[in-house]
Nanobody, 115 residues
């Protein structure tokens, strides 16, 4: 059974940084792409970033230049480094196995950007 567990969310001031982590179990991690999505209140789930099995990354337009996705295959973990955070980044952030919005999801971790 594939399980994903996100962590690292919290309250941060505008301009601050957070690092999210997603630990994956129950599957061979290294051969799959992994992705991050977010959902703000009253809005649809939004693509944030994807990292392929070879480490190449793709980003949504709203976070390009501010967020960085990476992976550690030995630890079966995908990370999302979020810098220069804005109030509009406030959302629940979800980890996705496969990276294309299908398949398995974590339970989400809440990020609030507010002064």
């Amino acid at each position: 059974q594939v399980q994903l567990a996100e962590s690292g969310g919290g309250l941060v001031q505008p301009g601050g940084s957070l690092r999210l982590s997603c630990v994956v179990s129950g599957t061979i991690f290294s051969i799959y792409a992994m992705g991050w999505y977010r959902q703000a209140p009253g809005k649809q789930r939004e693509f944030i970033a994807r990292v392929s099995d070879d480490g190449s990354a793709t980003y949504g337009d709203s976070v390009k230049g501010r967020f960085t996705i990476s992976r550690d295959n030995a630890k079966k973990t995908v990370f999302l480094q979020m810098d220069s955070l804005k109030p509009e980044d406030t959302a629940v952030y979800y980890c996705n196995h496969g990276g294309y919005g299908l398949g398995y999801w974590g339970q989400g971790t809440r990020v609030t950007v507010s002064s």
